[in-house]
């Protein structure tokens, strides 16, 4: 099966501080998204990366980076946290064989991160 | 532009009652379409896909769902509701060509009465 970690179910943060979201996924997925959650609004793709080092804005990009250094981990990095960023992170991983068109892969999400901006 | 759209938030059905969950996207081609459900606390599980041929898919936990394309709708069934039936259900759709993101819509929340 496949495994979608992230580091925190829960976090509290400030306003102004830097925050790192981890996620993990342990079967050598190419493609990796980092989409946020909010009630009426559905699931929102902030980011996602196809390969290590590569990444690609998604719709909601804004006050938000990434990094990915390794294959199997993905971060999200809220540069200086601010209240309307407080959400429900969800990561997500796919296999990324069928290239870069790939909308047919299944996307396998982890358990989710609610963070409170305060 | 493409988009999804769930038209009901919240459903509320007996327990052994038949569901169907609405699912209508506006796209210019057949897009991909997914149904995935969020369990309370968890993080979303796939409950099935169609991409082509077979207008009724069979998913996963006793649902389906039928692609219609006259009315662009990929609605979710279930003869037989469950308690632990009650989450939320999202509907996505992805392109054909060309990106792997996915659109997905607001979800539907739903509640099982015992």
């Known amino acids: 099966d496949v495994k979608v970690t992230q580091s925190s179910r829960y976090l509290v943060k400030r306003t102004g501080e830097k925050v790192f979201l981890e996620c993990v996924q342990d079967m050598d997925h190419e493609n990796m998204f980092w989409y946020r959650q909010d009630p009426g609004l559905g699931l929102r793709l902030i980011y996602f990366?196809?390969?290590?080092?590569?990444?690609e804005k998604g719709d909601i990009p804004e006050g938000y980076s990434v990094s990915r250094e390794k294959k199997e981990r993905f971060s999200l990095i809220l540069e200086s946290a601010s209240t309307n960023q407080t959400s429900m992170y969800l990561c997500?991983?796919?296999?990324?064989?069928?290239?870069?068109?790939?909308?047919?892969?299944?996307?396998?999400f982890g358990p989710g991160t609610r963070l409170t901006v305060l | 532009a493409q988009s999804v759209t769930q038209p009901d938030i919240h459903i509320t059905v007996s327990e052994g009652a038949s569901l169907e969950l609405r699912c209508n996207y506006s796209?210019?081609?057949?897009?991909?379409l997914f149904w995935y459900v969020q369990s309370p606390g968890q993080g979303l599980q796939l409950l099935l896909k169609?991409?082509?041929?077979?207008?009724l898919v069979q998913g996963i936990k006793g649902f389906e769902a039928e692609f219609k394309r006259s009315q662009s709708s990929f609605n979710l069934r279930k003869p037989s509701v469950h308690w632990s039936d009650a989450a939320e259900y999202f509907c996505?759709?992805?392109?054909?060509?060309?990106?792997?993101?996915?659109?997905f819509g607001t979800g539907t929340r739903l509640k099982v009465l015992a």
């Open positions: 996505a759709v992805g392109a054909p060509s060309g990106t792997y993101k996915y659109i």
């Open positions: 997500a991983s796919s296999l990324g064989t069928s290239g870069i068109g790939a909308a047919t892969d299944t996307q396998y």
């Open positions: 796209y210019g081609a057949t897009p991909y």
């Open positions: 990366s196809y390969d290590v080092k590569m990444k």
């Open positions: 169609y991409f082509s041929g077979d207008t």
